[in-house]
């Protein structure tokens, strides 16, 4: 079968722009693609940051001075290159400092619907000056959603894209980008607003998720449970009725892992490194995280490690009546990073200061201190209000860091229970989003702890779970396959 031409588009590209598991996804998707035989586009902004960064920029032939008409306004554009890690695929940053010369990947700024409607153009307008057909326009979240509207708008006139068809995955619901009405024509929708959900207009806003649900030929979300859940009322925030009528065309695919980045045997970031078969190098990255986080040394106390944005959607409502009581009552650790809204923040600094010697908190955005968290802890905490997908819950499996977590979207498609009995399981799961149930988890986690060789299998089994790239990019694959016919 002929390899199929990718265009990618996204806010977020790891190593470059990231701020969670987005990024992290759209450069495994390039990357494997790439690897398969495939012609991926990865595109996304050149944020001041990247430009910053020191990493080293191509121009790209053809791509130069790119004038483009946005919203009454005129801009001009570049497009400049860099490898992916570990790979030959490269990915594009379109440079358009109007936009992107912002502190952040995000901003306040009021015109966050024109920078990300206009990456999207740029990116498909990428293919149009360099007469590159894709198969497919994969789009990440509500930043490029406008994409489908957009091939059947504006650029419905060039055959160059006939036949192309467009997926959307949708990482996170909870993020729609919603703007008002009056800010259609920044977006050169002005002439279009028959095309969107009519309950919107009618409430004077729109919605880029919507209109990419809406027209995308097919959707995807990142694990199958999540899925299922966004159909309903509790998950579906306000999307249900319109997914529930596309679930033909809804389609669940698990997030990989990127090995090449998150395997304790082979880990540049960390300075001890093991294997299932020889975990002595676990201990020295208990003892060696204490130190950094200036814990002190323990063999005998569990490490709890979280490393997140502090949303609600993780959940650490939770912790105040469970942890917290557990933290008074045993010989624990516990090591967050993250940082986020500022109630979260303030929790976690509260816990270090009430318990100096078990909880050291990370307000910090750091790669490495992230790796050294999954390779130092024991337990891994994960209490997710919901959870499309979650990466933290894999690569804690493959560091032999057990996580505790509740059974929603990606979390309940990627950990077991651990069984006692049988010896089967990689992790503690509770079902209610209620304290004592994480509670519970934790108390069965701890009694796992307790018995050695408990723990020791536990660990084998979270350490020989596997979620490679290598397979899941095939479910992609099998999908844009299927996008023609659908
Ligand atoms: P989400 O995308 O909802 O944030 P995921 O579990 O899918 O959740 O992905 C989170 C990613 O972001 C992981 O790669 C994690 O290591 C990383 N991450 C989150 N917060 C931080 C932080 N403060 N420092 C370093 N990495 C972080
Ligand atoms: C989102 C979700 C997370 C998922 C990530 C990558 O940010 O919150 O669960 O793993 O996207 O798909």
């Known amino acids: 079968m002929p390899p199929l031409r990718v265009l990618v588009t996204s806010a977020e590209v790891a190593p470059f722009a990231k701020t969670g598991g987005l990024a992290d996804v759209t450069a495994a998707i390039g990357r494997y693609l790439h690897k398969a035989g495939h012609e991926p586009r990865i595109v996304l902004p050149l944020y001041k940051r990247v430009r910053l960064s020191g990493l080293a920029l191509e121009p790209v032939p053809g791509l130069q001075e790119i004038p483009m008409q ?34 952040g990947i995000y901003a306040a700024d009021g015109d966050e619907h024109v920078r990300f409607a206009f990456l999207t153009r740029a990116a498909l307008e990428s293919c149009q000056h360099t007469g590159w057909a894709p198969d497919v326009v994969h789009a990440h979240d509500w930043h490029t ?19 192309t068809r467009t997926l959307l995955t949708l990482h996170n619901n909870a993020y729609q980008g919603n703007f008002p009405l009056a800010a259609l024509a920044d977006v050169d929708l002005a002439n279009e607003r028959h095309l969107l959900w009519q309950e919107d207009v009618q409430r004077g806003s729109f919605s880029f998720l919507k209109s990419g649900i809406t027209y995308a030929t097919a959707l995807s979300t990142v694990s199958r449970t999540y899925a299922k859940e966004i159909q309903g009322d509790e998950l579906g925030m306000g999307l249900q009725g319109l997914l529930k009528s596309r679930d033909d065309h809804l389609f669940g695919i698990v997030n990989g892992v990127d090995y090449d980045v998150w395997d304790p045997a ?11 078969q020889d975990l002595a190098g676990k201990a020295r990255m208990k003892a060696a995280l204490l130190k950094r986080m200036e814990l002190p040394p323990t063999e005998r106390a569990p490490v709890l490690g979280i490393v997140s944005r ?10 105040h009546e469970s942890l917290t009581v557990f933290l008074r009552r045993e010989d624990l650790r516990l090591v967050v990073q993250g940082s986020g809204e500022e109630r979260y923040e303030r929790y976690f600094e509260w816990l270090a200061s009430t318990f100096p010697d078990k909880v050291a908190y990370r307000k910090a955005y750091d790669e490495d201190l992230a790796h050294w968290i999954e390779a130092g802890s024991d337990l891994f905490l994960m209490p997710s209000r919901f959870e499309p997908c979650g990466l933290n819950q894999m ?9 505790i977590v509740r059974r929603t979207g990606g979390l309940a498609d990627t950990v077991a229970h651990w069984n006692p009995r049988t010896g089967e399981g990689t992790g503690f799961v509770f079902d209610d989003f209620d304290a004592h149930a994480l509670a519970g988890a934790i108390e069965s986690a701890l009694r796992a702890w307790r018995d050695p060789a408990q723990w020791r299998r536990l660990q084998q089994n979270a350490m020989a779970q596997d979620f490679s790239w290598e397979r899941q990019i095939l479910r992609y694959v099998e999908l844009y396959r299927r996008l023609p016919a659908l």
Do not use: M
Request: hydrophobic share 45%; aromatic share 16%; proline share 10%.
């Open 70 to 103: 946005i919203g009454g306004r005129r801009v001009v554009w570049s497009a400049w290159s860099a490898p992916l890690t570990k790979s030959a695929a490269r990915a594009w940053f379109i440079r358009c400092p109007d936009f992107y010369e912002r502190e």
């Open 310 to 319: 502090l949303t609600a959607q993780k959940g650490f409502d939770l912790l």
């Open 145 to 163: 959603a406008l994409a489908p509207l957009y091939l059947r708008t504006i650029y419905a006139w060039d055959k160059l894209f006939a036949p």
């Open 395 to 403: 690569y804690s499996l493959k560091y032999g860091t057990p996580p």
């Open 266 to 276: 082979i880990d540049a970031r960390i300075p001890h490194r093991f294997t299932p």
